[in-house]
């Protein structure tokens, strides 16, 4: 389909971007980053060209935005769709059998089972023929369909927001021993926790709500060397992740843990640590750690519990994955001011976003199937 069929697959932002995402590798990443942007400049020039300092923030604003949301590790464990109210909606891919027929029934969704007779051709033969000279195929007769749907589901946004201040006195000394404004690295910093608090959210839930694995356990033989407890585990994930492809008909290829269990999957034959061009992922906070045999990404979670192991799976698209984070308003701030009383320059900023599982008409959310956690004791 080359027409954009969500708002944030619209060449022209990208094209009015790119500047700002010749550093960003993935072309998923960069689309939904020039959104992201597209969504702040709107906001900036409707909000907050009334402020007195508005070219200060606009200096700041833009690259810390796109510094935070560029090494945020969302977009690798859910869809990222940025939308453009605080009401919107979330999309998603639905195919379905148009007719019932064959051993399948209209309505039912295609992968859900093994089907073998639907696209027998419907020409007078109930199951596939091959056709030759001697056994002509049949005139006549129509192949069977199927639905393609782009569905989409309400989304609310919410608010955080958090008051950062800094005292008279910091500010002076700041200026006068780096000849700096404190105002740039505030927001900075206030922007990635906002980030962080928003990345735990979503992976609390995920974690709390996960319906594709739950039964699954493992747990360290003290008696067996370190390269096979490493081997071991790595078993039980695919173990778990199998439980999963027979939900959703495809393959997991995502893992979150705590810096515990990285170090014991990192001690085997099978682990690569993440270097060269992904090596600015390696920083702070949560982090594209390393690959497990060239098939499942692997994210460090300083505050993941050291009992779990997360698994989930995150197509090439933003259609597939089973949760989504949309960010409306990535960052705004409120203009400077002084508090007399205090002695304190103040801001606010906030984040408006939301973030939910798919539901497809199903309780719990369908989209929770995309994930599971193994259990380790």
């Known amino acids: 389909m080359k027409a954009p069929i969500n708002e944030i697959y619209e060449p022209k932002v990208t094209r009015k971007w790119e500047p700002y995402l010749r550093d960003v ?17 709107r906001y900036f020039l409707t909000e907050t060209t009334k402020s007195t300092d508005v070219d200060d923030i606009a200096r700041t604003i833009f690259p810390v935005v796109k510094k935070v949301w560029k090494d945020s590790i969302l977009d690798q464990l859910v869809s990222v769709q940025p939308v453009k109210s605080t009401l919107s909606y979330i999309r998603y891919m639905k ?161 979150v843990m705590s810096p515990t269990n990285c170090a014991n999957l990192e001690s085997g034959e099978q682990f690569s640590v993440v270097y060269g061009k992904n090596a600015e992922l390696v920083g702070i906070g949560r982090r594209l750690f390393g690959v497990i045999n060239n098939r499942f990404k692997v994210i460090e ?41 205090e002695l304190t320059y103040k801001r606010v900023l906030a984040n408006i976003s939301a973030n939910k599982a798919i539901e497809m008409g199903s309780t719990p959310a369908w989209g929770y199937n995309y994930y599971g956690y193994l259990t380790i004791s």
């Open 301 to 341: 979670d300083p505050l993941f519990p050291d009992n779990k192991i997360l698994i989930g799976f995150k197509g090439g698209s933003i259609f597939e994955a089973g949760y989504v984070y949309c960010p409306c308003v990535p960052l705004f701030v409120t203009d400077k001011y002084f508090d007399p009383d």
């Open 25 to 41: 590798e993935g072309e998923e990443k960069k689309i939904v980053l020039a959104q992201i942007l597209e969504n702040q400049e």
């Open 95 to 255: 195919f379905t059998f148009a007719e019932t027929a064959g051993d399948a029934t209209a309505g039912e969704e295609l992968g859900r089972k093994n089907y073998k007779t639907y696209s027998a051709y419907a020409g007078g033969h109930k199951t596939p023929a091959c056709w030759t000279g001697d056994n002509p195929a049949p005139e006549g007769g129509a192949a069977r369909g199927v639905n393609v749907e782009l569905k989409r589901e309400p989304v609310q946004c919410c608010m955080r927001a958090l008051s950062a201040g800094w005292t008279f006195f910091s500010d002076i000394i700041a200026k006068m021993d780096e000849e700096e404004d404190l105002d740039p690295a505030l927001i900075d910093a206030v922007a990635k926790e906002i980030r962080n608090e928003i990345e735990y959210q979503v992976i609390a839930d995920l974690l709390a709500n996960a319906t594709g694995s739950t039964g699954r356990t493992w747990s360290w033989d003290a008696s067996k060397e370190v390269g096979e407890n490493a081997r071991l585990l790595y078993r039980a994930i695919l173990m778990a992740a199998a439980d999963i492809s027979k939900k959703i008909f495809a393959s997991p290829n995502v893992l």
